[in-house]
């Protein structure tokens, strides 16, 4: 009989265990082609950083169609559906930067979505939800750039692709149904 | 032995002649002549297919998108794998057990001759239904593969 090679741990477990300590809800947006994530206070921010073994509810947000929240290194895919707000429990359990990737493949600029992860301790993660708040860091949208300036190839054709979203976070980011049901 | 060739040559025999080339090229009933068909107009969308993925492969070189833009290269994608799935693998096969099948078991021709030549020629338009939707405004379908 073969023995199986030794795998890595995963990196986060998905559970609702009321023992543990819980961190604050995070709210994930996610839509064609971009993911934005919003921290208590209305600090916004296109990274997603979690406190290390925290239960941190994540509650999501599609805008258009059906995305993924997927993490390789977490082992934990989630599908988000444009309507109901989607909520998963995350418990990270090793500081480290991660990517996160959309698992359903969606069109033109598909391959510009995504988004880095960082777990780091408590501490660390305050430090970096007060330096945000005080500057808010965006990336370009790259789905975006590209639309209004394709770069130069030998053959362009011009097809159809659908719009990129204009990066808005927030109230305005919520799908109707949704916005609705909170206010 | 007699009896076989008195069959072969009788005037009420549905074979047709063997030493005519263009009955490959034209709608012929014979099993062996449709498997050499099938064989042959897979290879050529064999090709077809081959040149998408050298295209794929010319944009993937470099990591930057000068090759063909992100639709084309996604339909590009998607046509290569219909291609080779459709228009390869499976009438490469159909061609192989048209040709092989009667023979291993001894049998005049196919069950239903005419229905399997009307099936063989449903391919070609097929296939240039296919291709031909890199003509359209809006380009191929482009889900990946």
Redesign the interface.
């Known amino acids: 009989m073969h023995t199986l090679p030794k795998s890595e741990p995963a990196y986060a477990v998905a559970s609702d265990d009321k023992r543990k300590p819980a961190s604050e809800t995070i709210e994930v947006f996610v839509k064609q082609w971009d993911w934005s994530f919003r921290y208590p206070n209305n600090i916004t921010g296109d990274e997603l950083h979690l406190p290390v073994n925290l239960r941190t509810p994540l509650n999501m947000h599609a805008k258009d169609v059906l995305h993924s929240f997927y993490v390789p290194e977490f082992r934990l895919q989630q599908y988000i559906m444009p309507g109901p707000n989607i909520n998963l429990i995350v418990t990270p359990k090793h500081i480290g930067r991660h990517r996160l990737k959309d698992a359903l493949?969606k069109?033109?600029?598909f391959t510009l979505m995504g988004a880095n992860i960082q777990v780091e301790s408590l501490e660390e993660y305050n430090q970096w939800l007060t330096k945000t708040e005080k500057e808010p860091k965006m990336r370009k949208n790259q789905a975006l750039a590209?639309y209004s300036q394709?770069?130069?190839?030998?053959?362009?054709?011009g097809?159809?692709?659908v719009v990129p979203y204009q990066r808005a976070i927030g109230r305005s980011a919520l799908p109707t149904a949704v916005s609705k049901e909170n206010t | 032995m007699d009896n076989i060739i008195g069959y072969r040559e009788s005037s009420t025999s549905q074979n047709e002649p063997e030493n005519n080339w263009r009955r490959y090229f034209s709608f012929s009933t014979d099993h062996k002549v449709i498997g050499v068909q099938y064989m042959v107009m897979s290879f050529i969308f064999f090709l077809v297919g081959g040149l998408l993925a050298m295209v794929i492969r010319a944009k993937l070189i470099t990591p930057q998108s000068n090759v063909v833009d992100r639709p084309l290269y996604n339909g590009l994608f998607t046509l290569h794998g219909t291609i080779m799935i459709f228009l390869w693998i499976i009438p490469f096969n159909a061609g192989i057990s048209n040709y092989l099948v009667p023979l291993m078991i001894g049998v005049r021709d196919i069950a239903f001759p005419l229905l399997n030549a009307i099936s063989f020629w449903m391919i070609p338009p097929r296939g240039i239904l296919l291709l031909s939707s890199f003509l359209l405004p809006n380009g191929t379908a482009q889900s990946g593969w």
């Open positions: 493949f069109g033109t600029y590209e394709s770069p130069k190839t030998w053959f362009k054709t097809w159809y692709t």
